[in-house]
T-cell receptor, first 114, second 112 residues
Framework: DAKTTQPPSMDCAEGRAANLPCNHS???????VYWYRQIHSQGPQYIIH???NNETNEMASLIITEDRKSSTLILPHATLRDTAVYYC???????????????FGKGTLLTVNP | DAMVIQNPRYQVTQFGKPVTLSCSQT?????MYWYQQKSSQAPKLLFH???????NEADTPDNFQSRRPNTSFCFLDIRSPGLGDAAMYLC???????????FGPGTRLLVL
């Protein structure tokens, strides 16, 4: 799986958009970008994933650059409850019972301030 | 609500005393995973079950074993815990061939 690089920490004001970057310059053509987050003392939580098109769901938006070497997770209106470690993970999509593995990097600690 | 349940949330054991952590799921997912997360580190996969098929990660110590008696339950056995095994142990599930893994709240293990 391709390696990812994320800033160790970021701050964001409550109610503002939080933009979390991720570099994955060695990503392969069949690898997806996944985002999970982990609130303190809880298990990780899936947020969103994408291959090359931008994606949006009820939690966040994912913007992937055209060359796919980087992406940005956007939380449009951050709340205090969004304070967590955000992990960007690149991997091949599971198929046929294989390619199951999530390899977590160090992630970004996002702190949302009142 | 369908979910992944881990009990207990906190477990204390003695150095060298076998301990078992449990995980159950109501999602009826084929795949179940065990991750270890040490303080200030990212979760690290220990092994996973695809149905009854056990898949061990290459660097998982022999001290760690797992059992999956049925679809709903999976156990993590640590045969002789050392101080270095103190960590949060996370159970997760996924539906076969699907991308999303659903995590339980974790069991924090303390080794005295």
């Amino acid at each position: 799986d391709a390696k990812t690089t994320q800033p160790p920490s970021m701050d964001c004001a409550e109610g503002r958009a939080a933009n979390l970057p991720c570099n994955h310059s060695t990503i392969s053509g069949n690898e997806y970008v996944y985002w999970y987050r982990q609130i303190h003392s809880q298990g990780p939580q899936y947020i969103i994933h994408g291959l090359k098109n931008n994606e949006t769901n009820e939690m966040a938006s994912l913007i992937i650059t055209e060359d796919r070497k980087s992406s940005t997770l956007i939380l449009p209106h951050a709340t205090l409850r969004d304070t967590a470690v955000y992990y960007c993970i690149v991997r091949v999509s599971p198929s046929g019972g294989s390619n199951y593995k999530l390899t977590f990097g160090k992630g970004t600690l996002l702190t949302v301030n009142p | 609500d369908a979910m992944v349940i881990q009990n207990p949330r906190y477990q204390v054991t003695q150095f060298g005393k076998p301990v078992t952590l449990s995980c159950s799921q109501t999602l009826n997912h084929n795949v179940m995973y065990w991750y270890q997360q040490k303080s200030s580190q990212a979760p690290k996969l220990l092994f996973h079950y695809y149905d009854k098929d056990f898949n061990n990660e290459a660097d998982t110590p022999d001290n760690f074993q797992s059992r999956r008696p049925n679809t709903s339950f999976c156990f993590l056995d640590i045969r002789s815990p050392g101080l270095g095994d103190a960590a949060m142990y996370l159970c997760a599930t996924s539906e076969q061939w699907k991308e999303t893994q659903y995590f339980g709240p974790g069991t924090r293990l303390l080794v005295l």
